[in-house]
């Protein structure tokens, strides 16, 4: 194998023409992530739902960079964790034991996303959680959950899974105490676009509060009918960033189209 390059079977034309969608899908938002600089070698996965088999999933090979990822490298992974198709890949016992979890509990969730983003990190050490200092931060007014650090969630042991799961409840935002974020949705677009504004409303807390000055955060009520403007907190809640999405493929299109393959 050449140094620099992974030898990767396509399997286009080899699985259902859905989950081949799915595939590209995926790829594009590892390939997105990379772009937006929230790749961590190769750490971190992302997960997908397999349209029309619900008990299977994708996800990278363990040692694979979000930057290296195509549609033909995805795992194909049940929910009992078993592959669904030979691969000269493995995953890690993290990927099963986090993103599995939560597909397994929330039928609702097609989507996963967990990061160690700078922004992300620090966020998560902060006593006072998230903070509704911008219109970003508003978005999720009663939507974040919280769950305490407790190691590295490897091997067989999923004891820390299932308390993972319990902390989520109904939302789609977890932040992990010391250690990350995790992001859910119904659809990619849906994921990527609550991390995306996760990731501002991060990034502008942990720079208001470097700069020492007394911040001001809005009143409850008005965090709360800024939180209800957004289509998924309203009653009947619609998936959403399916715009942003679709702007965000042809992005990855024009950068680099390889995800593709």
């Known amino acids: 194998m050449p140094l620099g390059r992974l030898d990767v ?103 996963t996303m967990h990061l160690h983003t700078n922004a992300g990190a620090a966020l998560s050490t902060m006593a006072s959680g998230l903070e509704f200092l911008s219109q970003y931060a508003m978005r999720f007014w009663g939507k974040v959950s919280y769950h305490d650090y407790e190691g590295l969630v490897h091997g067989d042991d999923r004891a820390e899974c299932e308390t993972m799961v319990k902390n989520l409840g109904r939302n789609f935002v977890l932040i992990m105490t ?21 990731e501002r409303a991060a990034e502008i807390q942990m720079q208001a509060h470097a700069s020492g000055r007394k911040l001001t955060e809005p009143a409850p009520e008005v965090c709360q009918a800024i939180a209800q403007g957004w289509a998924e907190n309203r009653p009947n809640s619609q998936v959403v960033g399916g715009r942003d999405w679709e702007a965000v493929r042809r992005q990855m299109d024009r950068l680099d189209p390889s995800y593709r393959e």
């Open 178 to 198: 010391n250690h990350g974020t995790m992001v859910c949705g119904r659809s990619v677009g849906e994921a990527f676009l609550f991390n995306h504004f996760l």
């Open 9 to 111: 079977p396509s399997m286009k034309g080899k699985v259902p023409d859905v989950e081949w969608a799915a595939r590209e899908d995926l790829a594009a938002l590892y390939r997105a992530a990379a772009h937006a600089g929230w790749q961590d070698i190769t750490l971190n996965h992302f997960t997908l739902r397999v349209p029309g088999a619900p008990d299977r999933f994708l996800i990278k090979p363990t040692e694979m960079m979000f930057e290296e990822v195509t549609a033909s490298s995805l795992l194909c992974i049940t929910l009992k964790d078993e592959k669904v198709y030979p691969s000269p890949f493995d995953k890690s016992p993290a990927s099963f034991n986090i993103h599995g979890s939560i597909l397994i509990a929330r039928p609702d969730i097609n989507c």
